[in-house]
């Protein structure tokens, strides 16, 4: 990957995350001990969207801060999904 394809994934994902859609709660930081359990709760993302994990869903990510800090209403979004958008 060239620095300038990287420059252009990063001003995507920049200006995506700046339009994202608010996730509504059930209460202030619900975390889920899965993403399964997360998107059979909140439900699916919505046409032509995706849940994004915002810190992502890494082994390291996981051990460092837990998965229900990781898989929780506050680090996850919606974004555009498919050709053209960040999340494909």
Do not use: C, Y
């Not at 051990?63 to 229900?68: K, L, P, V």
Request: proline share 3%.
């Amino acid at each position: 990957m060239t620095d300038e394809t990287r420059r252009e994934i990063a001003r995507r994902l920049a200006s995506e995350l700046a339009l994202r859609t608010v996730i509504p709660p059930r209460r202030p930081g619900q975390g889920f001990q899965t993403f399964g359990e997360f998107k059979r709760t909140m439900g699916v993302a919505g046409s032509g969207l995706a849940w994004h994990h915002i810190v992502g869903q890494t082994t390291s990510n996981l051990q460092r801060f837990g998965a229900e800090a990781i898989h929780n209403t506050g680090n996850l979004i919606r974004l555009e999904h498919g050709t053209g958008s960040i999340h494909q």
